[in-house]
């Protein structure tokens, strides 16, 4: 998709590195704490969005070698950033962490790290830790928020309120680590001006990035058993698409936009099916964002942060206006 329309990651990265950088996903088995007392998030099963290859008793070097392997023979790239991706990965004490980390940058064709993990499972601790690394290379975090409403994350049994989000992009900000919020569209319940809201209130806390992708369902889910139930409507493509472009046009021009839609696992995948078309649902995304002149930050600080029929109204989170720059 053009940049004139939105912030793309891989514009963004070749700015910086000056040619094209691919992510390697790794997958370090660390859990979640959301699944220790309760069943976790409705939308999630015990894989935890993982590869497997943890299971599989792959390594994190292994995991970097294999990636590399493929990626520079399909793509022709020869630098790339080490995403722990599956699970909480700042789940673990500090020392076990580093290590984990310090072994995906032992090869220095990586570049950089993407940590991703929930708003509510990063101590100071953790945090400065990630500093002393992020003075040898690019490191940001993702936090998984998916929707800045209290009501929506109780309902999803996401296991932690909006402000523990909030919280920790200020602490995470206040040490000049970048931050790259996770939201999910078509939750139960969420209108699209739920999602718009949500979208402002992240673009107002300051986050340097954010990924979207529309809710779907996997096997082994509480979500799953709801649309059993009948109690819950997979998004159809348009409705999806819809939703994606009223959120793009309420984020801050300055974000960098990781992520527009999602590729489920194959064998996992109940519904929407269309999602297995990743490259076709692409194409389509992008050709609406041209044929409706879709633009990053048209609608950003335009309206209320608050829409006049919401029963709860959401707080607004700002950050110093020293790191309104998102510096990277």
């Given at each position: 998709?053009?940049?004139?329309?939105?912030?793309?990651?891989?514009?963004?990265?070749?700015?910086?590195?000056?040619?094209?950088?691919?992510?390697?996903?790794?997958?370090?088995?660390?859990?979640?704490?959301?699944?220790?007392?309760?069943?976790?998030?409705?939308?999630?099963?015990?894989?935890?969005?993982?590869?497997?290859?943890?299971?599989?008793?792959?390594?994190?070097?292994?995991?970097?070698?294999?990636?590399?392997?493929?990626?520079?023979?399909?793509?022709?790239?020869?630098?790339?950033?080490?995403?722990?991706?599956?699970?909480?990965?700042?789940?673990g004490p500090p020392e076990l962490l580093e290590s984990l980390y310090r072994e995906a940058l032992a090869d220095q064709r990586i570049v950089g790290l993407s940590i991703g993990t929930r708003?509510?499972?990063?101590?100071?601790?953790?945090?400065?830790?990630i500093v002393e690394i992020r003075k040898e290379k690019?490191?940001?975090?993702?936090?998984?928020?998916?929707?800045?409403?209290?009501?929506?994350?109780?309902?999803?049994?996401?296991?932690?309120?909006?402000?523990?989000?909030?919280?920790a992009v200020r602490r995470t900000r206040s040490r000049d680590i970048p931050v790259v919020a996770h939201l999910i569209l078509g939750l139960p319940g969420e209108s699209v001006q739920d999602m718009v809201t949500t979208a402002r209130a992240v673009s107002a806390a300051g986050v340097n990035g954010v990924k979207l992708h529309p809710l779907y369902i996997i096997k082994g889910t509480e979500l799953e058993n709801m649309l059993q139930k009948g109690t819950y409507a997979p998004l159809t493509e348009e409705d999806a698409i819809d939703m994606t472009l009223s959120v793009i046009q309420a984020l801050s021009p300055e974000i960098v936009v990781h992520r527009l839609t999602s590729d489920p696992h194959r064998d996992e995948l109940v519904a929407p099916l269309w999602m297995l078309d990743k490259r076709g649902v692409r194409s389509r995304l992008e050709?609406?964002?041209?044929?409706?002149?879709?633009?990053?930050?048209?609608?950003?600080?335009?309206?209320?942060?608050?829409?006049?029929?919401?029963t709860a109204p959401l707080q607004l989170h700002t950050i110093d206006a020293a790191d309104q720059s998102r510096k990277w």
């Open positions: 998709m053009t940049q004139a329309h939105y912030r793309t990651l891989s514009s963004w990265l070749k700015q910086i590195f000056g040619e094209p950088v691919r992510k390697i996903s790794i997958d370090v088995g660390l859990g979640c704490p959301n699944r220790v007392s309760s069943p976790g998030c409705i939308y999630c099963n015990p894989r935890g969005s993982g590869t497997g290859a943890h299971a599989n008793g792959l390594t994190v070097s292994e995991q970097v070698a294999r990636g590399i392997e493929f990626l520079s023979h399909r793509y022709g790239c020869q630098k790339f950033i080490a995403y722990f991706q599956s699970y909480t990965n700042t789940y708003p509510d499972c990063v101590p100071d601790a953790v945090l400065d830790m690019l490191v940001w975090i993702e936090y998984g928020l998916q929707s800045a409403h209290a009501w929506t994350l109780a309902r999803i049994n996401r296991g932690h309120d909006p402000e523990a989000f909030f919280d050709q609406a964002l041209r044929s409706r002149d879709i633009r990053q930050g048209t609608t950003w600080g335009r309206a209320s942060l608050v829409d006049e029929e919401q």
